[in-house]
């Protein structure tokens, strides 16, 4: 650390000394620091002793005796140690040095992350990292690491880290840095509470239940309905949803067990997130009993009656409609799939994961319609509204259902004889005990950009995927998947390599061009200029899909996509 290298040279500083013997004396000058005497064999190799001590003042260490008369070599340096910090006796000092240190490493990295002349990422094997680069060790020590060390750490985990905030990451439906929701972030890690109780999250609670009553308002349910938790992510949302659904046809399971019920069967579309089937997995219900409804030409659930032969002896109870498809980013037809589940008493769930940032938009938010009549709603700030990972809330419009279905009532923790209402502590809603804070940063976020400026925000992706499937369309060395506008912010894409250009359509061409976006995103891990994900569906071979979450995103962003895409496939 440099204020402790600074302090070192106001001492007299021992040097390294060739030790015959291990009696020794070292003298120190105005030390008030720790002392770290490193006994090493001469050829450094094999630390064998270390041995940490403070000096208040100028002083001697004398007859540091070595384990035996082997021909030692001692390193002394002046270094200031974890146990330095707070809460340390007077630690404040060294306690502010270290983090303003940290905030140096991570403001350099927010800074290179915004330049787009810095790399997304320096890619390197699993067995390369885990072999250690350059100093950066994986391994966990016996002996403590200095604090200069630990920062060295934190400046090598991000160096070799993917750049997520980069303008020019399109890789996942989570990205961008959003400076005042990592102030939020920090701010909770430093509360460092849980969210189970009122009595040890008294704000957050009170932070948790107004985002969610905003929520639920945004979404359409009245004043008198809606209740809802903040959860781990879109999937952990999602298997509320089932978990919910299913308490309320089949309260008795929460006691009785799957064993009890008639064989359950939920529906999603092909298009639907997977988190639906392995939910059904976990909740014992079987990802076979998952029907899987076909998508139309719109890629959007076709929103038939379910067909009552093929369901005979089952007990149909559940429907994912999706707003905002991961891959395509499309809307289901909302209204059609509530009149179908009004119909057959089914439980209409909305993973609008992806697609609930469209709500805050006045322009985009008709493309939710319907989501008023869902029983439930996955919505996760942490993708379209780019909230720090993680952010994600499950919606459940029948208020004390949640409650109801998880509530185990420990005594150790929800006292019913507490100072305070305790309807606050809201813990025993959820699956887990312990929960982290993941309401504070999107309150922040909000106070910072009103409902409007996350409207905006939203509006700019979505300007953004315009103008990309815009250049695509005009340009001869690309095939779109879909012809038709993006609903969302997704647009997915081939690259056509020159040698495919005239090639016709049909087997040959498809399992070459399956090859074609693999070999490039190799390509492009490897210069780390750009980050895209691709993916094959249906009968479609591999495509690009680019998605736009991240605000920093500009059109030069997505011509350099296109243009760098280009020249790491020009000779496939
Ligand atoms: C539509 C949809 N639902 C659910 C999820 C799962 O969200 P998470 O990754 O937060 O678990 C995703 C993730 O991409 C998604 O696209």
């Not at 200069?148 to 961008?176: M, W």
């Amino acid at each position: 650390m440099l204020r402790a290298s600074k302090e070192l040279a106001l001492t007299e500083q021992p040097r390294m000394s060739i030790l015959q013997n291990c009696s020794f004396t070292l003298q120190f000058f105005n030390l008030d620091k720790i002392i770290r005497c490193f006994f090493t064999r001469e050829n450094h190799q094999e630390q064998l002793h270390c041995i940490s001590w403070r000096e208040q003042t100028a002083g001697q260490l004398t007859s540091c005796q070595g384990e035996d008369n082997q021909s030692l070599m001692v390193c002394v340096c002046v270094c200031v140690c974890t146990t330095d910090l707070l809460p340390a006796l007077g630690g404040e000092d060294v306690t502010r040095g270290f983090l303003q240190e940290l905030l140096h490493i991570l403001l350099g990295y927010i800074c290179k992350s915004s330049q787009r002349s810095s790399k997304v990422l320096d890619f390197h094997h699993p067995h390369q990292l885990k072999e250690g680069l350059e100093g950066f060790s994986l391994d966990l020590p016996d002996q403590p690491e200095t604090l200069e060390q630990i920062l060295v750490d934190c400046r090598d985990t991000l160096k070799y880290g993917v750049k997520t905030a980069h303008p020019r990451f399109f890789n996942q439906l989570s990205s961008g840095l959003d400076l005042i929701g990592l102030a939020g972030e920090w701010l909770t890690s430093t509360a460092n509470t849980n969210m189970f109780t009122y009595e040890v999250s008294p704000v957050f609670i009170l932070m948790e239940e107004i985002l969610l009553r905003k929520m639920q308002s945004i979404v359409g349910w009245s004043e008198d309905e809606g209740d809802g938790i903040f959860c781990p992510g879109g999937t952990i949302s999602n298997l509320y949803s089932i978990l919910v659904a299913r308490y309320h046809f089949y309260p008795e399971v929460k006691t009785k067990g799957m064993a009890a019920l008639p064989q359950l069967v939920l529906f999603t579309s092909e298009h639907g997130h997977y988190s639906v089937k392995k939910s059904a997995a976990v909740l014992g219900i079987g990802s076979e009993n998952v029907v899987v409804v076909k998508c139309d030409e719109r890629w959007v659930q076709r929103a038939q009656t379910p067909s009552v032969t093929l369901l005979q002896g089952l007990a149909p109870f559940y429907v994912n409609a999706t707003a905002g498809t991961t891959v395509y980013g499309a809307f289901d037809p909302l209204i059609a799939i509530a009149e179908i589940c009004h119909r057959h008493t089914l439980w209409m769930h909305v993973d609008a994961a992806w697609g609930g940032g469209l709500l805050m938009s006045k322009r985009h938010r008709m493309k939710l319609q319907g989501i008023e009549r869902a029983c439930s709603v996955t919505w996760n700030p942490h993708k379209m509204m780019a909230v720090p990972l993680q952010c994600s809330v499950i919606l459940v419009k029948k208020k004390g259902l949640l409650q109801e279905c998880n509530q185990q009532g420990a005594e150790y923790l929800f006292q019913m004889d507490k100072p305070y209402d305790v309807s606050y502590d809201t813990g025993d809603k959820s699956i887990q005990c312990g929960r982290h804070v993941d309401a504070f940063k999107l309150w922040l976020m909000w106070k910072a950009k009103g409902s409007e400026g996350f409207g905006s925000q939203v509006n700019k992706c979505l300007e953004n995927a315009e103008y990309l499937y815009d250049q695509l369309r005009r340009r001869t060395d690309f095939e779109l998947v879909l012809s038709s506008k993006p609903e969302h912010s997704n647009v997915c894409f081939w690259y056509i390599p020159p040698s495919l250009r005239n090639v016709p359509p049909g087997p040959d061409r498809n399992s070459r061009l399956h090859q074609v976006a693999p070999q490039i995103k190799a390509r492009m891990m490897e210069t780390g200029t750009v980050l895209i994900g691709y993916q094959p569906l249906g009968s479609k071979v591999n495509f690009f899909r680019c998605v736009f979450s991240n605000p920093a995103t500009q059109q030069e962003d997505i011509d350099f996509l296109l243009e760098e895409i280009a020249r790491l496939g020009s000779d496939l």
